[in-house]
């Protein structure tokens, strides 16, 4: 086992139980270094499982704190980022080798700045990160829109927006996935988890890799033969 390997695993193994919010923001920050460093090594798919194990399996139970979004949304922003780095999309969702990455919140900014300020830091295939808020006639220029649960009352006219488009749409809690966004997220007695909807990215032209189709809780839609 590789020194990398070792580090994973020792990595995934470590309890989140006990440990403050900030701590586990402090684990989650190296756990993302080491996936980075992953993805550029082509024997590393059962490592990124596990780090991406470890990321959903973290007990979430700090996010109940007094001030709202705080942590479960820096959870959650963490989780966008990693995500995105592993769907593939196709070459024409980018007009220039230069353009942003763009994530785009639909309703109200439940991140409490939180992604904006991360998204500094942060590359999503190798590109600049902006976060915007979501505007349906600027659908054409996002990537990913998180869209957060107070619009769930909306979701078909939004996805009517972006339907075909090469723009991964992530649910703020369940049944987002189950009713047409690509990935929605669902706490499991304490533990933050996704949802898949495959049917959906196939017709958005999105490619979910089978590492994190393994780590989902549930997965709906099937792909075209």
Not at 28 to 57: E, Q
């Amino acid at each position: 086992m590789s020194s990398k390997h070792r580090s994973l695993t020792v990595i995934a193994k470590s309890k989140a139980t006990g440990h403050s919010p900030w701590s586990l923001l402090k684990l989650y920050a190296s756990a993302m270094r080491l996936l980075h460093c992953a993805r550029n090594d082509i024997n590393t798919t059962s490592a990124i499982a596990l780090v991406l194990m470890f990321l959903l399996s973290m007990n979430s139970s700090a996010r109940a704190q007094s001030k709202p979004g705080f942590p479960e949304y820096q959870v959650k922003a963490e989780m966008l980022f990693r995500i995105a780095e592993f769907v593939s999309w196709p070459a024409e969702a980018f007009s220039t080798p230069e353009q942003p990455f763009v994530i785009a919140i639909a309703g109200r900014d439940p991140f409490d700045s939180y992604l904006m300020n991360r998204a500094g830091a942060e590359k999503i295939h190798d590109r600049q990160v902006a976060v915007v808020a979501y505007e349906a006639k600027k659908h054409h220029e996002y990537h990913l829109v998180f869209i957060e649960k107070s619009e769930q009352k909306h979701l078909s006219e939004l996805l009517s927006e972006v339907n075909g488009q090469p723009v991964l749409t992530v649910g703020d809690s369940e049944e987002f996935a189950k009713n047409g966004t690509h990935i929605d997220f669902q706490i499991i007695e304490g533990r933050m988890r996704f949802n898949v909807n495959l049917g959906s990215a196939e017709k958005s032209r999105l490619q979910i890799p089978a590492a994190l189709l393994r780590l989902a809780s549930r997965i709906y839609g099937e792909l075209k033969e």
